[in-house]
């Protein structure tokens, strides 16, 4: 385990797998921490690549700043740079989910020469619903979020449900709303020039917007998993391997 410190506020990472493989960064979504990559079982499916996992601002062992300006986007990509930094790393595949993708995808817009490929996985939420989800987050804590996952996706792996109910709730509201005024992805595919893929369940995207994100993309391609939703596609094996493919091929 290891730390950074950027704008007073550090960030824990780890970095797992085989130390000569090329590197790949894994960024979890705007709940739990960067034990989920391990507890998935993705860190024994990616030992090939030299992993670094990192706690986002406000999660897990990371330092938590109580201002929303704190949490906005670019501080989070900042954040990513700061790591790689330190881990002297130039370039690097990125595999976020979630928020985690967003992360990835606004690195690959702002630091193009940091990035040889990114993996962006779920659905990017959009940035209306953000403000309504902290409001209910804030009148009935981390509890509510699983609710609302369970309602939507049925049973997940206990692990996965205490990770979420263990994470700061002001942390994950401060995110939600920093974040509301972001444009979101779409806006950045013109500035993206590293190859992308997208890779969604099913459930979570019935429209479509993967896909159509994907053609605006310079080398842009989107990964379709049947029958799963958002946590589904992160869960899933198949996600791994496509993964494995695409950013061994960078």
């Not at 993708?101 to 020469?113: C, F, N, Q, S």
Request: with cysteine.
């Amino acid at each position: 385990m290891a730390s950074v410190v950027r704008a007073g506020v550090r960030i824990h990472y780890q970095v797992e797998g085989d130390p000569t493989g090329p590197p790949l960064l894994l960024h979890v979504d705007a709940a739990g921490d960067l034990r989920s990559w391990e507890l998935a079982g993705h860190v024994e499916r990616l030992a090939a690549f030299r992993l670094i996992l990192l706690d986002p601002r406000g999660h897990g062992l990371s330092g938590r700043p109580a201002r929303r300006v704190d949490h906005r986007i670019d501080e989070y990509v900042e954040d990513v740079v700061a790591v790689l930094d330190a881990e002297r790393v130039q370039r690097c595949a990125l595999w976020g989910h979630g928020d985690g993708g967003a992360v990835a995808l606004a690195l690959a817009a702002d630091r193009p020469e940091r990035v040889d490929v990114v993996v962006a996985s779920g659905a990017i939420e959009h940035p209306a619903a953000r403000p309504r989800l902290a409001r209910a987050i804030r009148a009935a804590g981390m509890a509510e979020l699983v609710r609302l996952i369970q309602a939507d996706e049925g049973e997940l792996p206990a692990w996965l449900w205490l990770q979420y109910l263990d994470t700061d709730p002001e942390m994950f509201c401060l995110e939600l709303e920093a974040w509301a005024d972001w444009p979101g992805p779409w806006r950045l595919s013109a500035a993206i020039s590293a190859p992308v893929m997208l890779c969604v369940g099913e459930l979570e995207d019935p429209d479509g917007d993967a896909d159509r994100l994907a053609a605006e993309l310079a080398a842009g391609r989107c990964l379709r998993l049947p029958g799963v939703g958002h946590l589904g596609c992160f869960l899933a094996a198949e996600s791994a391997t496509a993964v494995a493919a695409f950013a061994g091929s960078g």
